[in-house]
């Protein structure tokens, strides 16, 4: 299991461990932060209800919990601020809470937060993209394929182009991991997703520089747990098939920047991190089939010395003659793959 969310563990812990590859985003609020809204009937009502979500304290008498249809039909609504805090009412409920994702999905919602990735403020998509990441969390596969279907994907690659922030790229990065765990996502995230994730995170964030300066040395990598979320993904990927893992070899700047991770975290004598296994990981994954997936490979098969020695039932090879029926299948991910 890979993990998308921040570090935990005990405070004395120098290493604190990753959490699974779909951990959820949960704010470090107080539970009931979100329970209580009006039953606004006008502009003003909405608004300073949904408001006062944000303070806390006990609703008044008149007030109830809302059903799961007013709050979808409050990302539609005409002001920001409920847009925002109803997106983030939705992230709370679907916090480990399988049935609430599919209604979510079942009453159309995952259109209308795709459609918030886009939105200018920043309190508007934040919330939009943390109720996606826990949207697509777990193993219901549906919801994953929904958010495909109404182009998630180049949606969250928008906004990974314009994010500025560590919290909101790690929160975009941890969806697109989470994605990339549905095959029928996989070739989607390789065709939209490679080039942004690569030139906006792992590049940019690992400290490779494709200048190097005489002085240029690894040094402490930044924003790890957004790394951690960009290679997990591209991992995931890389299981696909030869021509997902060809556009990643052909990547300009992936592999160097993979290995100076790598040799980076060497150097901090910090090698049991998730980060680490996903770069090697990604890396291995990438020299799978190499000698045979990569352009012209023919060229590069050994001639045999002695075409007469070739002769027989059995070709001879360095692991002796071969027996049993047939030939391997060129691929078997079950083995090869990681």
Not at 74 to 88: E, H, I, P, Q, T
Request: hydrophobic share 35%; net charge neutral.
């Amino acid at each position: 299991e890979y993990g998308t969310a921040r570090r935990t563990g005990t405070p004395s812990d120098p290493r604190q461990r990753l959490r699974s590859y779909e951990d959820m985003l949960v704010d470090d609020m107080a539970r009931d932060q979100y329970y209580w809204s009006p039953m606004a009937q006008h502009d003003r009502g909405s608004l300073a209800s949904l408001d006062s979500l944000r303070k806390g304290g006990p609703p008044p008498a008149n007030w109830r919990q809302p059903e799961l249809p007013e709050v979808i039909a409050m990302l539609g609504f005409r002001l920001d601020a409920v847009k925002s805090n109803a997106a983030a009412y939705l992230q709370h409920l679907c916090y480990r809470n399988d049935k609430v994702k599919t209604d979510v999905r079942k009453l159309k919602g995952i259109p209308v937060l795709v459609g918030l990735l886009d939105h200018p403020k920043k309190e508007v998509h934040y919330g939009a993209c943390g109720a996606l990441k826990n949207i697509s969390y777990g193993r219901d596969q549906d919801n994953k394929v929904a958010i495909k279907n109404c182009d998630g994907v180049p949606a969250l690659v928008r906004l990974l182009r314009k994010a500025r922030d560590m919290d909101l790229t790690e929160v975009i990065t941890g969806t697109l991991w989470n994605l990339s765990s549905h095959d029928s996502i996989k070739m989607a995230i390789v065709d939209n997703a490679l080039h942004a994730l690569t030139d906006e995170v792992i590049i940019p964030h690992s400290g490779w520089e494709r200048e190097p300066s005489e002085d240029s040395k690894p040094r402490h990598i930044e924003w790890e747990s957004v790394l951690t979320n960009t290679i997990g993904c591209l991992r995931n990927v890389s299981s696909e098939r030869s021509e997902a893992r060809r556009k990643l070899r052909e990547c300009d700047g992936l592999v160097d920047a993979l290995l100076y991770i790598v040799q980076a975290e060497i150097g901090q004598k910090d090698l049991d991190s998730k980060l680490v296994e996903n770069c090697v990981c990604l890396l291995r994954n990438l020299s799978y089939q190499v000698h045979r997936e990569i352009p012209h490979a023919e060229r590069y098969q050994e001639a045999p010395i002695n075409a007469a020695n070739n002769a027989g039932p059995h070709a001879a090879s360095c692991f002796g003659a071969k027996k049993g029926k047939g030939k391997k299948q060129a691929e078997d991910p079950s083995t090869d793959i990681v």
